[in-house]
Each structure stands twice: as structure tokens, then as C-alpha cells.
């Protein structure tokens, strides 16, 4: 397997080996024929493939029930690579992805199908020159068959003379506390902690990545990371689309589930927990856990729920076909966070999410608290974001003395946008970065079992409000499709201390002629 070049300022436990899989590598996609498989993970194996990460000689092996034939899976398999007919080097690469790939149908009960799969896995193996061999199990499956498919594959499909197994799996785990618990102790029977590697693919976002170093290698940021100089934090996620189709799926499970309790979540921990004492996964993730541990159960108060409307030409959720007629299920939620530790007592974090909005968008807000007045009077609040996506950036929103014989301050910025900074480097899908970990046997960027059952227990009172479990339903507030979310919005966050700067804000260049 290609290793990566050693850096300067390499982060040292980055660079640690675990159990690396170098060689007589098999990757089976269980679900190969869904819209997960096709859209991410084979995708993300074409493009380790193409730069050399997989391990040496691997295979490809798709599961699913859908009856269908080498070509039309291969066919599958690429339709979301980019850049395909242009560039001979990736017409290449695709071939010989092609041909390390194969499909095999079967359903999931069944113990015999998985002695069927079984059996083509030793047949490639049988010519792979080692007998060590290993294999890795990915899970793009509803959770409804993760139970059987794990017991199958543990049955019927388990190396046990040597090599190593694992089991990638995808969100979500469970709807709440109890059944997130159901399903960990079922699955446990099967599988241990150590070969289970549970993904929530933020994790694998190279600007979530980025806010361990951003905090922890700079003496700067590490300085005013507290309640002394922060008055409140927004994690925002904003999609410029609706259900569309999925409208089935999302409604049993609702935004919160969707996006808040585990994406934005996992950002509130690397952002707040505390230095580990080093980048092993277990370090992180105890801090991870800890800091969690801190955060009673949401409030009803510090929540606001919306729905879409029609608008702007486009669909509300209720016309959405695969969506149950007066669904009060919340496509926004805008939830605050109060993290009870004596770094952060008293800073509001709001988590925000929303579907059918204005634009895509996903970033961490960070504003400062007012300046000591005196010689500046209404001068506007520092701001850090950190933009997670798209166009990767960072960059600090700060006052400027006023360039010329003025004695006047002016909001700026100090800007980080990766695009301009790093132009030779390309940014990884975060499928890509979560399957190398898997590979490499690196935990750091999956969920452990106790940070799920910490998010479960700050979220479940409020889901089982919102599922009406204690009486009726709240309703959520409209919103249009297009829109930037329930007009309630400015106020929620207000009320949490947000203030927008008085001075109209140009980004990123001022236009000094104006003053
Ligand atoms: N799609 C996405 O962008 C994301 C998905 N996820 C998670 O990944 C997993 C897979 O998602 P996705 O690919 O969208 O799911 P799909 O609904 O596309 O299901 C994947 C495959 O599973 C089989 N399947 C579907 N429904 C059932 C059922 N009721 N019983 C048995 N088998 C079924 C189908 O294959 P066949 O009939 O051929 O066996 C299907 O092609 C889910 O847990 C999802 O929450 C997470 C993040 C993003
Ligand atoms: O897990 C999910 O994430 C996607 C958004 O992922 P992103 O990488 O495009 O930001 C979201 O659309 C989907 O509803 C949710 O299940």
C-alpha cells in the first residue's frame, strides 16, 4: 500500500500504523445495487484505487438481492465517477476497476446465500499467494437488515484461520436511546468494538478533520477558546433542496435524527472537548465523550422546528408523494446546546439544520464577546468561521484601523480560503478519508459506542416530544422552499446573545471609496 510522504509539522500519532491492511484485501458492499453504494461508496473506492491507496491486489465484491449481471453492476458501479470520457488516464483506471470488481445476488436472511457469497470470496482468495487474507464488510443497507446481514456475514462468511475482519457501518443507529442500545447489543453479539467501525461521514470532512490542529496547534485560537472570550457558537447546515423522493425515509426519522444528533453533534465535540493527550483514537474519543457528558438533554425552550412550503416554484414537503398527508415531521431545527463545564458555562451552541433553503452551506460560527467600550463605541464582534463546505475556508472577522488619515475602525477579515491557499492540493471525499482509516484499523474518525449512547441521551426527550410519546405533536412554523428557514429564526438566535454587526458587511473586499 502507498504510504504517505512525511511532511514538516506531520502530526506524529497521525502517522501511526494499527493493523494496516497491506495486501489479500477483499471489499464486499452489502447493498451494492442502492443509492448510498453508488453515489459514495464506490465511488470513494474508485478514487483510493486511482491514487494508489488500496491495499495491493484487492477486489471489489458487491451484495445485494437485485438480480443483475457484471455489466450492469459495473455500470452501476462508475456512473457517478467524474470526468469519465475525457481524460484517458481515468478511462483506464475505470477498466481496471472494472476488473476488479464483481457481483454476486442473494437476499439477506438467508443463511445459504451468504454460504453462496462465501464461496466467490474463497475463489478469489484462492489465488491470492498468502492464506492470510482478509475482508472488509461495508454496509450500505438500511438499518432495518443490519441485524441478520451482521449474523450472516459472522456465520457464513467470517475468516477465522488468520486475516482480519471488518464491518463498516452507516448511520443511523437506532431512533433513541433504547433502540440505538437494541441495536448495539445485537450487533455486539457478532461483532466486537475493535472490528466495527461506525461511520458519520462528517467526520471524515477534511475542515472537521481540521479543527484538532486549528485548536490544538495553535497557541492563538487555543487562548480564547472559553467562556471568557466566546459569547455564543452557531453549527449550521444548510441544503438548497428538499426530500425529493426520500420524503418515505426522512419522515420517520426527521432532521434532528437526520443531521443534528449525529453530524453537527460530532462537530460540537471536536470543537469543544478538551486537549487528548494524543491522537490515538481512544484519546480523542474519551475527550469526545467527556465533553458530551456535560450536556443535559435539550430543552423544549431552546427549540424551534419548521416544515417547508410550496414556494418559488418548487414543492412543499406535504406535496412530496412519498410523504404521509399532514405530516408535522421538522425539515429545520434550530436547537441550542449547553455545555455545563468550566470551559464553556453560560456559551450558547446552536445546532441549525434545514432542508429546501436558500443555499448549500455548512459551518461553525464562532463570535467573540464585545470589546471593552470606552474608546470604541458600537464596534462590531469578532467572528471565526470555519466553513466546512463547499469552498473549504477559515477566516476571522476582525477591525481594522481604516487605511489613510481616518481614526476610524472597519470590520475585515483575515481569510483562509483553500482554494487560493492550497492550489495543488486536492481535497478528499470523505468517504475516501473514512474507508483509508477502516483499512489503516484507525477508530479516531468513528463513532465509539459510548459517544452514541451520550448523543442518544441529549436528544431523546426532545424526539420523543417532537414524536408526540408524551401527548400531542408540536407543530413546526412554515418556511418557504428558498428560503433561509421559519422567520422565528433571528430571534431564537438574538435570544442566545447573537449580534449581527451594525456596519453593512462587505466580503471579502472593502471598498474604501464608500467611506
Ligand atoms: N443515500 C445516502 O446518501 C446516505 C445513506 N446513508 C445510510 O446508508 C444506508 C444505505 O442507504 P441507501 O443506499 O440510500 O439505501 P437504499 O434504500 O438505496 O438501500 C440500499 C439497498 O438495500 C436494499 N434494500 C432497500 N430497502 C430494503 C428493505 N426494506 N429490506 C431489505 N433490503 C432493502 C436494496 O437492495 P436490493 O433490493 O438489491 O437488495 C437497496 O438497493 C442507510 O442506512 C442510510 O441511512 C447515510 C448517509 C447518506
Ligand atoms: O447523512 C446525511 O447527510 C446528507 C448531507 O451530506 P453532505 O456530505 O452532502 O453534507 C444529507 O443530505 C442526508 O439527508 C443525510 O442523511
Not at 481524460?87 to 442473494?106: C, H, N, R, W
Not at 489465488?127 to 438499518?143: D, G, M, T, V
Not at 490544538?216 to 425529493?244: C, L, R
Not at 449512547?453 to 441529549?458: E, G, P, S
Amino acid at each position: 500500500m502507498t504510504r504517505a510522504r512525511s511532511l514538516s509539522g506531520t502530526i506524529p500519532s497521525m502517522e501511526t500504523s494499527h493493523d494496516e491492511l497491506k495486501d489479500n484485501t477483499i471489499i464486499i458492499v452489502l447493498g451494492a445495487s442502492g443509492d448510498l453504494a453508488k453515489k459514495k461508496t464506490l465511488p470513494a473506492l474508485f478514487g483510493l484505487y486511482r491514487q494508489k491507496f488500496l491495499p495491493r491486489d484487492v477486489k471489489i465484491v458487491g451484495y445485494a438481492r437485485t438480480k443483475m449481471d457484471r455489466d450492469e453492476f459495473h455500470k452501476r458501479a462508475t456512473s457517478y465517477i467524474k470526468n469519465h470520457d475525457d481524460d484517458p488516464e481515468v478511462a483506464t483506471a475505470i477498466q481496471e476497476f472494472k476488473d476488479l470488481s464483481t457481483y454476486v445476488s442473494g437476499s439477506y436472511e438467508d443463511g445459504a446465500a451468504f454460504d453462496e457469497l462465501n464461496r466467490h470470496l474463497e475463489e478469489i482468495e484462492a489465488r491470492y499467494q498468502s492464506k492470510e487474507c482478509n475482508r472488509i464488510f461495508y454496509f450500505a443497507l438500511p438499518p432495518s437488515v443490519f441485524v441478520p446481514v451482521a449474523k450472516n456475514l459472522k456465520e457464513h462468511c467470517y475468516i477465522s484461520k488468520g486475516g482480519v475482519n471488518r464491518v463498516i457501518i452507516e448511520k443511523p443507529f437506532g431512533k433513541d436511546l433504547d433502540s440505538a442500545r437494541d441495536l448495539l447489543s445485537s450487533l455486539k453479539q457478532y461483532w466486537s468494538e475493535d472490528e466495527t467501525f461506525r461511520i458519520d461521514h462528517y467526520l471524515g470532512k477534511e475542515m472537521v478533520k481540521n479543527l484538532l490542529v486549528l485548536r490544538f496547534a495553535n497557541v492563538a485560537m487555543g487562548a480564547a477558546w472559553d467562556k471568557n472570550s466566546i459569547s455564543n457558537v452557531q453549527i449550521t447546515f444548510k441544503e438548497p433542496f428538499g426530500t425529493e423522493g426520500r420524503g418515505g425515509y426522512f419522515d420517520e426519522f426527521g432532521i434532528i435524527r437526520d443531521v443534528l444528533q449525529n453530524h453537527l453533534l460530532q462537530v460540537l465535540s471536536i470543537l469543544t472537548m478538551e486537549r487528548p493527550v494524543s491522537f490515538s483514537a481512544e484519546d480523542i474519543r474519551d475527550e469526545k465523550v467527556k465533553v458530551l457528558r456535560c450536556i443535559p438533554p435539550i430543552e423544549r425552550s431552546d427549540t424551534l422546528l419548521g416544515q417547508y412550503v410550496a414556494a418559488n416554484g418548487k414543492p412543499g414537503y406535504l406535496d412530496d408523494d412519498t410523504v404521509p398527508p399532514n405530516s408535522v415531521c421538522p425539515t429545520y431545527a434550530a436547537t441550542t446546546l449547553w455545555i455545563h463545564n468550566p470551559r464553556w458555562e453560560g456559551v450558547p451552541f446552536i445546532l441549525k439544520a434545514g432542508k429546501a433553503l436558500n443555499e448549500a452551506k455548512v459551518e461553525v460560527r464562532i463570535q467573540f464577546k464585545d470589546v471593552t467600550q470606552g474608546i470604541f463605541k458600537d464596534i462590531a464582534r469578532n467572528e471565526l468561521v470555519i466553513r466546512i463546505q463547499p469552498s473549504e475556508a477559515v477566516y476571522l472577522k476582525l477591525n481594522a484601523k481604516t487605511p489613510g488619515l481616518y481614526t476610524r475602525a472597519i470590520p475585515t477579515e483575515m481569510d483562509l480560503t483553500y482554494k487560493r491557499r492550497f492550489t495543488e492540493s486536492r481535497i478528499p471525499e470523505a468517504y475516501e478519508a473514512l474507508i483509508l482509516d477502516a483499512l489503516k484499523g484507525d477508530h479516531s474518525n468513528f463513532v465509539r459506542h459510548d459517544e452514541l449512547d451520550v448523543a442518544w441521551k441529549i436528544f431523546t426527550p426532545i424526539l420523543h416530544w417532537i414524536d408526540g410519546l408524551n401527548g400531542q405533536r408540536p407543530r413546526p412554523v412554515n418556511y418557504p422552499y428558498g428560503s433561509r428557514g421559519p422567520k422565528e429564526l433571528e430571534a431564537f438566535i438574538t435570544k442566545y446573545g447573537y449580534k449581527r454587526s451594525g456596519e453593512a458587511y462587505n466580503w471579502p473586499t472593502t471598498n474604501l471609496a464608500s467611506l
